[in-house]
């Protein structure tokens, strides 16, 4: 005998596969086993008050954190001009290393309502971490408008006796050696008594001071025309060039990708 299982209600009869009936689970009160209660988002005025809050925070902390690098580690120049061809090409952009030689604190500075906030016109060295070498490329303030900042090669350091003779420099009585960096395009040569550019000197330099020139040597506004470069108005150490737009010809050629990377020497 046959038997046969009572058929409940059937729904869906005539579709294909099954169908699910979501049901509920049961709660159960705080304190006893199941869930606990489940938090509910507050969405309310307060939460995005909060929200706007972290981003806020967020984007303060950001600035004070770039502030501190630009001021304290590194920071990034333009190249306006031809002074330090073949070196440094006009549109370069370079890194300086503004820890080279000590942590810095800057002094002097002078606020205002625009970027940056600020403009610090000398340096107090506060961990010496070396001295600024003859050859090195560095960025400092421009002793005729400290408001301007500019890009030479050191040639001479403290105690040194700097002298040109028809183009050629000496350094302590010796020719300096430096035709793999320089490049000299007028083949004239100018008396020292009317024109420092070709013949200079004998000049000693002082305690913290430096002697500064340009590698295009006969395109260069440097201490052969405006002095000696103080210690304290150094600002870093160029050592990177991290990006070159020449925009000139082709655009395919705007970019001078061959000098991404570069290092300064």
Request: charged share 25%.
């Amino acid at each position: 005998m046959d038997s046969k299982e009572p058929r409940g209600p059937q729904h869906g009869d005539g579709a294909e596969g099954s169908s699910v009936e979501v049901t509920t689970p049961p709660s159960f009160p705080q304190g006893l086993s199941g869930s606990e209660p489940t938090a509910v988002a507050d969405t309310g005025p307060h939460a995005r008050k909060s929200v706007w809050r972290e981003y806020a925070e967020a984007i303060i902390v950001a600035m004070l954190l770039a502030l501190v690098i630009r001021v304290f580690v590194v920071q990034a120049f333009k190249i306006p001009s031809g002074s330090m061809i073949p070196t440094l090409q006009i549109g370069d952009h370079i890194l300086v290393n503004k820890s080279a030689y000590g942590l810095q604190w800057p002094t002097d500075c002078h606020f205002k309502l625009s970027l940056p906030p600020a403009t610090c016109y000398t340096s107090n060295t506060i961990a010496d971490f070396g001295v600024p070498e003859r050859g090195d490329v560095i960025v400092f303030r421009y002793p005729e408008d400290e408001d301007k900042d500019f890009i030479k090669r050191i040639i001479g350091v403290p105690g040194d006796t700097i002298e040109i003779i028809n183009k050629v420099v000496h350094v302590n009585g010796k020719p300096l050696d430096d035709e793999a960096y320089t490049q000299r395009v007028d083949p004239g040569i100018i008396d020292g008594k009317i024109n420092h550019r070709d013949n200079f000197g004998p000049v000693t330099i002082p305690e913290a001071s430096y002697f500064m020139m340009g590698d295009n040597r006969d395109q260069s506004l440097d201490s052969r025309f405006w002095g000696f470069v103080s210690e304290d108005k150094i600002r870093g150490k160029a050592f990177r060039v991290y990006w070159s737009w020449s925009g000139h010809g082709e655009w395919t050629q705007w970019v001078r990708w061959e000098r991404l990377g570069q290092k300064i020497n």
